[in-house]
């Protein structure tokens, strides 16, 4: 198996950003965690963030025939972009959605994800642990 993890923008601040809202850890803590799981599955995993929504269209383009299944985290996009919807609908690669806040606690502009009906998930509100969880579901799913 091999699998992407992709995270959107803002996110390369975590650590930094909101630690209230968002803990301590950083991206790099995360994907530590995430190959900690798969590692001894010999699952592959490779780690993408970025600040900008033509980048991650580009990355789930590419995704398509070379991995078994995307764990993203799309940041604020998950709730205005159609065209990253339009990207997941576009390739055969189940995605799991991920947000480290309990979003639906939060501001009401949050309570709506453009994505979560194109994507096989969402996990929201378990902090990082969402992302290794994610990982969980498509080692036990065999992808
Ligand atoms: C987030 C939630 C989004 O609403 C927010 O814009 C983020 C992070 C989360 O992981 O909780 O950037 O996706």
New binding site residues.
């Given amino acids: 198996g091999k699998l992407l993890l992709l995270n959107?923008?803002?996110?390369n601040r975590l650590g930094k950003r909101e630690p209230d809202?968002?803990g301590s850890e950083t991206l790099e803590d995360i994907e530590k965690k995430v190959r900690s799981v798969l590692e001894p599955y010999q699952y592959q995993l490779d780690s993408s963030q970025s600040n900008h929504e033509g980048e991650l269209i580009d990355w789930i383009h590419e995704a398509e025939g070379k991995y078994h299944g995307i764990i993203f985290?799309?940041?604020?996009y998950?709730?205005t972009s159609i065209a990253l919807r339009d990207a997941i609908s576009s390739i055969t690669v189940p995605v799991i959605e991920?947000?480290?806040?309990?979003?639906h606690k939060?501001e009401s502009f949050?309570h709506t994800s453009m994505l979560a009906p194109v994507c096989s998930g969402q996990i929201?509100?378990l902090g990082t642990n969402g992302y290794r969880l994610a990982a969980m579901y498509f080692l036990e799913s065999n992808l």
């Fill in positions: 959107g923008p803002n996110l809202v968002y985290n799309p940041g604020a998950t709730h991920v947000h480290i806040s309990n979003v939060r949050r929201v509100g």
